[in-house]
């Protein structure tokens, strides 16, 4: 029983590993662009102000734009 445990353990680690790789995450040095950034997402989550707006785009929260084909809805 200690064996199948622990291959579960393994075997769902290894596939969150995997997605990981897959959704590039690991080629980034942070999750967040700033300490502002960093603040904002975890105490803030508030309606954004105009000063908000103004940092998102000096500090590039939100990363590259990426075009995706397909339907417009």
């Known amino acids: 029983m200690k064996k199948?445990?622990?291959l579960l353990i393994v075997l769902m680690i290894s596939g969150c590993c995997h997605l990981a790789e897959q959704s590039e995450f690991w080629k980034h040095k942070s999750i967040y662009a700033s300490w502002g950034h960093?603040?904002?997402s975890?105490?803030?989550h508030r309606n954004p102000n105009v000063e908000d707006v103004k940092d998102t785009k000096e500090?590039?929260?939100w990363g590259m734009p990426v075009e995706v084909?397909?339907?417009r809805r």
């Open 4 to 6: 199948l445990f622990i």
């Open 38 to 40: 960093a603040g904002f």
């Open 42 to 44: 975890i105490f803030g």
């Open 59 to 61: 500090q590039g929260w």
């Open 69 to 71: 084909k397909g339907k």
